[in-house]
């Protein structure tokens, strides 16, 4: 399957403190996208990691990828109430030409 | 500023009875999707257009129709809705389908009575 497993499936950590989630897939991959969706809302894209990439940045997130592995993480540094959200990873192939989401991460940040 | 539009954004309708969900887009792109979120769980592509080519999924419900009439927009018809189409509806848009990132609405609510 296409589909990204995230762990842990919920998350719950004090403001300042760090933010760790990891997927899991089992296809060969392009790229993997991270999104956010505050509860009640879209899903909003984080950042987008192609499969010849190791490690990329984007202000406080941190996203790796270990494709012997099968693997990913995202790293939110420093979070903030507002960092509150699920969070999902989709693996994409081109052979598929879609995303597949995971049930995602819940992460609760509290003040 | 460029966007994804979904209207409305709660749908109340009764068990039978067809209802229309509406998606438009500013971003001039090709590729709109509809996606079903239930509750604590990953978003479910039902179909997507590329332009005017439609591309359903194998597990799509037949009650599930959709209608691209021009690039902006994008229908999501159920024809006989069932208590168990109770959902999050989210549309998104990316620019091809080659693994670009996807621009979502902000979804419809629908609820059956």
């Known amino acids: 399957s296409q589909q990204g497993e995230e762990d842990p499936q919920a998350l719950s950590i004090q403001e300042g403190e760090n933010a760790t989630m990891n997927c899991s897939y089992k296809t060969s991959i392009n790229n993997l996208q991270w999104y956010r969706q505050n509860s009640g809302r879209g899903l909003v894209h984080l950042i987008l990691?192609?499969?010849?990439?190791r490690e990329k940045h984007s202000g406080r997130l941190r996203v790796t990828l270990d494709t012997s592995k099968k693997s990913s993480s995202l790293l939110i540094t420093a979070s903030r109430a507002a960092d509150t959200a699920s969070y999902f990873c989709a693996p994409f192939n081109t052979g598929f030409q879609k995303l597949v989401f995971g049930t995602g991460t819940r992460l609760l940040v509290s003040p | 500023d460029a966007m994804v539009i979904q209207n409305p954004r709660y749908q109340v309708t009764q068990f039978g009875k067809p209802v229309t969900l509406s998606c438009s887009q500013t971003l001039n792109h090709n590729v709109m999707y509809w996606y079903q979120q239930k509750s604590s769980q990953a978003p479910k592509l039902l179909f997507h257009y590329y332009d005017k080519d439609f591309n359903n999924e194998a597990d799509t419900p037949d009650n599930f129709q959709s209608r691209r009439p021009n690039t902006s927009f994008c229908f999501l018809d159920i024809r006989s809705p069932g208590l168990g189409d109770a959902a999050m509806y989210l549309c998104?848009?990316?620019?091809?389908?080659?693994?670009?990132?996807?621009?979502f609405g902000d979804g419809t609510r629908l609820s059956i009575l």
């Open positions: 998104a848009t990316s620019r091809d389908r080659i693994g670009q990132p996807q621009h």
């Open positions: 990691i192609r499969s010849n990439e």
